[in-house]
């Protein structure tokens, strides 16, 4: 197949690439979680001076009138986008977690208004929870001298903790109380704080003002992960050994409060910034198909696509698994919010093989390679790429022809075999009626990811998977 000739645009774009000094993409020292950057955390997060910087110099070469992110995450282009007042920007992702950061980062709410809101909702909390203080601070003294429970084992209370809640309630005479009830609640929450958070849920859903109250549950949702007894710092769900867990005291309100004081300064300063005249849209679609979104309406996209399937990778359901749990969000059932890892990228199994038609030599050098170690595991990688490639046909269905396409993405090990997913995807690309324009390479010296893991599987066996990332610049023809 001949290859397209670069445009005069292709080479004003490289040549400003290349001049860049080598560490321009680090940020090292920048702030990343300036503005609404900073309300909440979510696993691999883009650096935001990565898409303010792709969006300054993009725009420098022709007009950008629209953006897109199809794995918009937790917002951070999107946010970008609004800064630099691009008309129409659009997200898109299926984690309802991710919806929700993607709907308040990019909702300007007036900071004199909101602090008024939000200084009401904690003088409600606190009086109803002095009111009742001794209900609140000892439901965990009842559960272990009462009902001679272990608070830190998987059963008893573990499992069953509504069912003693409720019996707490009524010997509190506080039968009204509402209980919330989800599979392990127990297990990652000790009796006072499900209480306090309960309390705490109570009081938000009686905000009228929708905006605010979903900015108000991004705040609860951060809190609910520390005041949990999940291991901090870690993306997966582990729990903290059992004495940890008898010893673990958090003030729940206290962490809301400071959670929620902080994300009002955070908005004040992106109300300030921003000149709000962005039109803002955020889809819920599978992004290798992308149904609800229009062809041909985008100048730019800017993504990180997931780096791996998201049993071996990062688990963005796990994650998000507690603050679905106890806001409801998307109306998902139960076996739903434990599958949603499932329903991502290489979330298909292939345990008995695979016929690879995926147009990529490098893919398929690569699989070779697992397939003759592990097959199920080329299968897993596979299944990835699968995706990979469909979500690379729809993006392109999407993007105006000349509009640039930046692909965040990282290359992992698998078996010890290295997936140059940069390679592949510009290989993958070239069907879609996309032209490879340059790679920038970066390390990621901000980014939060597991940068050791044991991809053998073997007991102590670490390697790094990944070292650095790469900007794919992709034109439509
Ligand atoms: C690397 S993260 C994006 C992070 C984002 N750039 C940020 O700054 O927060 C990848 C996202 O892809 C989403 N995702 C994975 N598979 C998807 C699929 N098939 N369709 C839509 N979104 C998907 C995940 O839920 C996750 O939020």
């Known amino acids: 197949m001949a290859f397209p000739l670069p445009t005069a645009e292709d080479d004003q774009l490289i040549q400003k690439l290349r001049e860049l000094p080598e560490d321009y993409w680090d940020f090292k020292a920048d702030d990343t979680h300036e503005y609404t950057h900073g309300l909440h955390n979510y696993p691999a997060m883009m650096v935001s001076p990565i898409s303010r910087n792709l969006i300054r110099i993009t725009s420098s070469i022709r007009p ?57 909702l904690l003088d409600q909390i606190h009086t109803l929870y002095q009111r009742d203080e001794s209900f609140f601070s000892g439901a965990d003294h009842y559960m272990r ?36 009830s989800f599979k392990n609640i127990g297990y ?49 769900m582990f729990r903290m050994p059992p004495k ?33 005249t962005s039109r803002v849209t955020i889809h819920r679609d599978n992004a290798t198909e992308l149904k609800s979104i229009p062809d041909d309406m985008f100048d730019l996209v800017i993504t990180s696509p997931p780096y791996g399937d998201s049993r071996t990778t990062v688990a963005y359901g796990e994650y998000s698994r507690l603050s679905l749990q106890w806001l409801g969000l998307g109306h998902l059932t139960e076996k739903e ?3 949603i890892d499932r329903s991502l990228m290489g979330g298909k199994k292939y345990r008995k093989g695979f016929a690879s038609h995926l147009h990529s030599p490098t893919l398929q050098n690569s699989l070779e ?31 105006k022809a000349g509009g640039y396409q930046f692909w965040v993405v990282g290359n992992r090990t698998v078996k010890k075999v290295l ?27 901000n980014k939060v990811m597991p940068s050791l893991n044991s991809p053998t599987n073997e007991a102590g066996a670490k390697v790094t998977t990944m070292t650095n990332e790469h900007i794919v610049v992709l034109r439509k023809i």
């Open 419 to 445: 997936l140059q997913t940069d390679v592949i995807i510009s290989e993958l690309a070239s069907l879609y009626h996309l032209q490879h324009v340059y790679t920038i390479d970066r390390n990621i010296p």
């Open 64 to 120: 950008v009138h629209s953006l897109f992110d199809p794995f918009s995450g937790s917002g951070t282009v999107l946010v970008e986008g609004m800064l630099a007042g691009i008309p129409t920007v659009c997200g898109n992702d299926i984690n309802p977690l991710a919806l929700l950061l993607c709907r308040v980062k990019t909702t300007p709410l007036d900071p004199i208004h909101l602090r008024k809101v939000c200084s009401a």
């Open 337 to 339: 919010i434990l599958g």
């Open 145 to 180: 001298e009462v009902l001679g429970l272990d608070l830190t084992a998987k059963d008893n209370w573990g499992s069953d903790a509504p069912s003693y809640l409720k019996e707490y309630c009524l010997s509190c005479r506080r039968a009204d109380f509402e209980i919330p």
């Open 244 to 276: 940890k867990v008898a010893a673990f005291s958090p003030s729940v309100i206290g962490e809301f409060s400071k959670i929620l004081s902080r994300n009002i300064e955070k908005m004040g300063n992106f109300y300030a910034a921003c000149r709000n």
């Open 188 to 236: 990652w929450f000790k009796p006072n704080v499900i209480l306090s958070l309960q309390l705490i849920k109570n009081c938000i859903l009686e905000i009228s003002d929708e905006p605010i109250r979903n900015f108000v549950f991004v705040a609860f949702s951060e809190s609910i992960r520390l005041v949990s007894n999940r291991r901090n710092g870690e993306f997966k």
């Open 369 to 399: 390679q697992i397939s003759a170690i592990d097959l199920e595991r080329a299968g897993d990688v596979y299944s990835f790429y699968e995706d990979l490639d469909a979500s690379i046909r729809a993006v392109s269905e999407k993007t």
